[in-house]
């Protein structure tokens, strides 16, 4: 069973920041952008998305070092987005942002529900909860105001133009704080948050 729940665990995190990147891109559509459409990103197929390090050897890596009894977290290329296409030039920006992390709330949100009401065999409470805190997790984690995250251009799209040194900097050193962030603890953290999310909506 802990290895079918490994498995389960890395298509679900696959799939919720595919899931994740195809909202981002959608709204980007919408709002009047084509570049995500013209790259072939506004798919579920997983070989559009793909990065090697995020999607296959961060995983690994992370699974070989926690023994499979860790959080194994990851990411995929990021969804190509030209702002200067945006019809909404004002708030396009913070729309397409906030898409993705929503998506994976409300998707952890619904199988959450699910735990809640109905009254589930044990392998599918295993896996509708896998499903609730990798969504959780990878919306907290999208939110951290640290570049390339959505958390990010949220907030400076909402903070006035005085602040804009701050941006520079933070993108400056963004890799470092990306990392440091990633192996100094964030991991725990996220996952922590997500887990608190899960029993507060699940009961």
Same mark, same amino acid.
């Given at each position: 069973?802990?290895?079918?729940?490994?498995?389960?665990?890395?298509?679900?995190?696959?799939?919720?920041?595919?899931?994740?990147?195809?909202?981002?891109?959608?709204?980007?559509?919408?709002?009047?952008?084509?570049?995500?459409?013209?790259?072939?990103?506004?798919?579920?197929?997983?070989?559009?998305?793909?990065?090697?390090?995020?999607?296959?050897?961060?995983? $690994?890596? &992370? /699974?070989?070092?926690? @023994?499979?009894?860790?959080?194994?977290? =990851?990411?995929?290329?990021?969804? !190509? *987005?030209? %702002?200067?296409?945006?019809?909404?030039?004002?708030?396009?920006?913070?729309?397409?942002?906030?898409?993705?992390?929503?998506?994976?709330?409300?998707?952890?949100?619904?199988?959450?529900?699910?735990?809640?009401?109905?009254?589930?065999?044990?392998?599918? $409470?295993? &896996? /509708?909860?896998?499903? @609730?805190?990798?969504?959780?997790?990878? =919306?907290?984690?999208?939110?951290? !105001? *640290?570049? %390339?995250?959505?958390?990010?251009?949220?907030?400076?799209?909402?903070?006035?133009?005085?602040?804009?040194?701050?941006?520079?900097?933070?993108?400056?050193?963004?890799?470092?704080?990306?990392?440091?962030?990633?192996?100094?603890?964030?991991?725990?953290?996220?996952?922590?948050?997500?887990?608190?999310?899960?029993?507060?909506?699940?009961?």
């Amino acid at each position: 069973m802990e290895v079918i729940v490994v498995i389960f665990s890395l298509i679900v995190l696959l799939l919720s920041i595919i899931i994740h990147e195809l909202a981002h891109g959608s709204v980007a559509f919408y709002l009047g952008d084509p570049t995500a459409k013209h790259a072939g990103r506004l798919t579920l197929n997983p070989l559009k998305h793909l990065d090697l390090f995020g999607s296959i050897i961060l995983p $690994l890596v &992370l /699974f070989i070092v926690t @023994a499979g009894n860790g959080p194994i977290f =990851g990411w995929t290329k990021p969804v !190509p *987005i030209n %702002p200067y296409n945006f019809r909404d030039q004002k708030w396009g920006v913070l729309k397409v942002s906030i898409a993705g992390p929503t998506t994976n709330f409300l998707i952890a949100t619904f199988f959450s529900l699910l735990i809640r009401f109905f009254t589930l065999s044990d392998p599918l $409470l295993i &896996l /509708f909860g896998i499903i @609730a805190v990798y969504n959780f997790a990878w =919306g907290i984690f999208n939110l951290i !105001p *640290i570049p %390339p995250l959505d958390g990010f251009h949220i907030l400076f799209t909402l903070l006035p133009e005085k602040w804009t040194g701050l941006k520079i900097s933070l993108r400056r050193y963004s890799l470092f704080l990306f990392f440091a962030f990633l192996f100094l603890g964030g991991i725990n953290l996220i996952f922590w948050g997500a887990n608190i999310l899960f029993i507060l909506i699940a009961g």
